[in-house]
């Protein structure tokens, strides 16, 4: 019997989930391995060479972990339950002119949906995966916190986890450095692993051109969006474009023509097929509609409080006053400036290193 019981590691071939598994296992854990298939590239619509979490060889590097450290690994096809889920909710936002992020809402309903469900088949007390971030506790409820490891800090795209899934979920990279975690890998003999290079890609999208998917998975999407207008924030016509869902808040580059200045997309209007442009001041707001909440640290959401806020990865954040309003959404006002608020991205609330909750942009104000 194990020292400290059974744990499901989530395993995408890479180093920090390898690594993972090997710190849970020398700590007396009892591992076993899941990799999940989430993904075919061939129905991408790209022509990059398969990699990442979902290809063969990344499947194979985590099955070898498992064979060289005696453990049992399983790999598991979620593909139909993906697919339904993100795949259909990316494409649903970008034609509501919304940009979405589907990394964090895998995490939240897919992917430790699925480890929670066959942990439990396996008898597996708990769940790990490899991503930087802690989980405390505070009066019977567990909430994430920031790694040690700042640099490369997951919290923010956590924020919508469960207290089902807290209670179970062990992150063995909180309190380390990527330096040391490369170590830890080269020092047990998996030096290539060690050098191997990370993907910041969506899964599904492994060229980066989401434009593209876009075009694979909505029939005739490039003549139902043909013909759009750019306006000023004035409302002035000012040229043509190619289709609303082609475009992001803030997006200076690949707009198809030139202005005589650098132009910055602050608004899609998808009912009239509409992209205004504007200088960075415009992209300026002053707070903004959060709904799709999830209280985490607390049981209910603290209100009348100044929080530490980010809107999106890597944001440097910013303090705001949070207040509820009649419709279950929170509304955010900004202590100072902020550019660049994208409906569909995630705002996520912090006090000091904790995440208070989180939520989904509706809109900037």
Known sequence: MSKHGK???????????????????????????????TWDYANSGSSKKETGCCSLDSINDARQVAVDRNFHHFIIDIRDEFGDYVIDDFV????????PNPCILCNTHIKWSALLKRADAMDCEFIATGHYARVNSNNDRKYISRAADLGKDQSYVLWGLSQECLNRT???????QKPEVRQIAADNGYTDLAKKAESYEICFVPDNNYRNFLKNRVEGLEEKVANGTFVNVKGEIIGQHAGYPFFTIGQRKGLGQAFGTPMYVTDIIPETNTVVLGNP?????NGMQVNKINSMKYENFPLEQELFTMVRYN??????????DENDSLNVEF??????????QSAVFYEGDDVVGGGVIYSGI
């Open 92 to 99: 649903s936002e970008y034609m509501a002119g919304r940009t």
């Open 281 to 285: 001041d415009d992209l300026i707001k």
């Open 335 to 344: 202590l100072s400036n902020v550019r660049g608020i994208a409906p569909g």
């Open 170 to 176: 062990l992150f063995p990279l909180a309190e380390l």
């Open 315 to 324: 944001d440097k954040g910013s303090l705001a006053k949070i207040t509820n």
């Open 7 to 37: 744990v499901l590691v989530a395993m995408s071939g890479g180093i920090d989930s390898t690594v993972s598994a090997m710190i849970l296992q020398e700590e007396g854990y009892e591992v076993v391995g899941i990799t999940m298939k």
